[in-house]
């Protein structure tokens, strides 16, 4: 099993940024691809973006495109979610996640590609 740990979530103003870090352990061999998906309230759980890790596929949603960079450590199991022109439909729980499959097919199965999942950190967007 994969443990995934979040973090930098927080409250910043509408055009503002913010970079979520997940940080990867246990069977971290078993990872293909990793990513973020994020949950607003009464909303499904949505996917943000996900790369292989080999960093040779990497994937956003159209919602967070041109705005959102994935990245991801050079020697540990460590990725980053750099968030840029933060908008208030981007308030949500985001979650880190790790799946055997490639990083397209993440985004087409959605939660159902999805092994292991982060508890999640909170981002508000906010005036």
């Known amino acids: 099993q994969v443990q995934l740990e979040e973090s930098g979530g927080g409250l910043v103003q509408p055009g503002g940024s913010l970079r979520l870090t997940c940080a990867a352990s246990?069977?971290?061999?078993?990872?293909?691809?990793m990513g973020w998906f994020r949950q607003s309230p009464g909303k499904d759980r949505e996917f943000v973006g996900a790369?292989?890790?080999?960093?040779?596929?990497?994937v956003y949603a159209d919602s967070v495109k041109g705005r959102f960079t994935l990245s991801k450590d050079g020697t540990s199991p460590t990725i980053y979610l750099q968030m840029d022109s933060l908008r208030v439909e981007d308030t949500a729980v985001y979650y880190c996640?790790?799946?055997?499959?490639?990083?397209?097919?993440?985004?087409?199965?959605?939660?159902?590609?999805?092994?292991?999942w982060g508890q999640g950190t909170q981002v508000t967007v906010s005036s």
């Open positions: 996640a790790a799946s055997p499959f490639g990083a397209r097919r993440v985004q087409e199965l959605g939660t159902a590609a999805i092994d292991d």
């Open positions: 246990g069977r971290t061999g078993s990872i293909f691809t």
């Open positions: 790369f292989t890790w080999d960093a040779s596929s990497r």
